[in-house]
């Protein structure tokens, strides 16, 4: 099979994760290249362009859209321009890879999702997790029984936010703890599970000047007695973990969100035949720059023609838990998504 070209991207905006983690990243891809930059700072265009060796840098996102050899374009901006600027770039024929959340809403993920079939382009919610080959092997555990039948996921994912000049504490913007990180627990919960919860309830503890929520519990019912207990901190020391508990065993993975590109990443399989941990089993799984596979798998599916492998439906499906869930702080009461 002849392998698939590399697709021409175009980056509208030069914010942090994008400096630090999906610019960096395309320089492993083997179907991506980086060939535009756009930021409202031309001259910041033109630094972040010099600095990763990317031949045209814009000073206004649309004239980067109006660049026709550009195919594909990924959006790291503030929460609350994911939607606009997702649906001008479909308007202007690119595939969408977008940051997380793509929306702050079902409705919009789902006017996203019409713009997408409207304009035949792919769109994507940029949840790298599952293309790390250490996701990749939890999922090939549980699905052949090595922990018996999976009934409980409990995830924690902090970390520490000054409220200096930063978009994730304004509430225009779209910030906030859940909307910022609380999507991961359900993406992995999701995938495990094979399914969406059927209703869902949050406990949050609100900043008191910003009013973003800063610390969020969260449980979710997917029924049949299987259960995600996540929690989620802007405001804590940072830390994060994924145990999935079965019938026959559990699994902790240590890294489960940011592992290092350049660091293995351990996997611990217990059978609990006791509590001292006497059958743990340690698995090393390699490195892996888990942006650049995610680059890798969306180009291949674009030169390919076909949809991705988790496409704008799975972004629709997790707004909708996190509207059930801000819907929860209001009512108290268990949502349904």
Same mark, same amino acid.
């Given at each position: 099979m002849t392998s698939?070209?590399?697709?021409?991207?175009?980056?509208?905006?030069?914010a942090r994760i994008a400096i630090r983690s999906v610019l960096p990243a395309f320089a492993s891809t083997r179907h991506a290249q980086a060939v535009a930059i756009a930021?409202?700072?031309? &001259?910041?265009?033109?630094?972040?362009?010099?600095?990763?060796?990317?031949a045209h840098a814009y000073g206004s996102y649309d004239d980067l859209l109006a660049n026709a050899s550009i195919e594909a374009v990924y959006i790291p901006l503030a929460n609350d321009l994911?939607?606009?600027?997702?649906?001008?770039? =479909? &308007?202007?024929?690119?595939?969408?890879?977008?940051?997380?959340?793509?929306a702050l809403s079902a409705e919009q993920a789902q006017a996203i999702a019409a713009a997408s079939r409207r304009c035949a382009r792919q769109v994507a919610e940029a949840y790298m997790i599952r293309f790390h080959p250490q996701w990749q092997r939890v999922r090939a555990l549980v699905v052949s029984g090595r922990l018996g039948e999976i009934h409980a996921l409990h995830s924690w994912f902090a970390y520490d936010n000054p409220p200096e000049a930063n978009l994730r504490n304004s509430l225009a913007?779209?910030?906030?703890?859940?909307?910022?990180?609380?999507?991961?627990?359900?993406?992995?919960?999701?995938?495990?599970?094979?399914?969406?919860?059927?209703?869902?309830?949050?406990?949050?503890?609100?900043?008191?000047?910003?009013?973003?929520?800063?610390?969020t519990s969260a449980m979710a019912d997917f029924s049949a007695g299987r259960q995600l207990v996540f929690g989620v901190s802007a405001g804590l020391a940072r830390a994060q973990s994924v145990v999935v508990y079965g019938t026959r065993g559990r699994l902790m993975v240590e890294t489960p969100f940011?592992?290092?590109?350049?660091?293995?990443?351990?996997?611990?399989?217990?059978?609990?035949?006791? =509590?001292?941990?006497?059958?743990? &089993?340690?698995?090393?799984?390699?490195?892996?720059?888990?942006?650049?596979l995610q680059l890798d798998a969306f180009s291949e599916a674009i030169a390919q023609g076909r949809?991705?492998?988790?496409?704008?439906?799975?972004?629709?499906?997790?707004?909708r838990c996190l509207d059930a869930l801000?819907?929860?702080?209001?009512?108290?009461c268990w949502e349904s998504p």
């Open positions: 698939p070209r590399a697709i021409r991207w175009g980056v509208l905006g030069a930021a409202r700072d031309p &001259e910041r265009a033109r630094a972040v362009a010099a600095q990763f060796g990317i994911h939607l606009p600027w997702t649906l001008r770039a =479909l &308007e202007a024929g690119k595939h969408v890879l977008c940051e997380k959340p793509i913007h779209g910030g906030g703890g859940l909307y910022d990180i609380g999507g991961y627990a359900l993406v992995v919960a999701r995938w495990l599970f094979g399914s969406s919860p059927q209703r869902v309830i949050g406990l949050f503890e609100r900043d008191p000047i910003y009013r973003v929520d800063r610390f940011n592992p290092a590109a350049d660091r293995p990443t351990r996997l611990l399989i217990d059978d609990c035949r006791d =509590l001292y941990g006497s059958g743990v &089993e340690a698995e090393t799984v390699p490195a892996a720059d888990q942006y650049a949809a991705p492998s988790f496409g704008i439906d799975d972004a629709v499906a997790n707004a801000f819907r929860s702080e209001r009512s108290g």
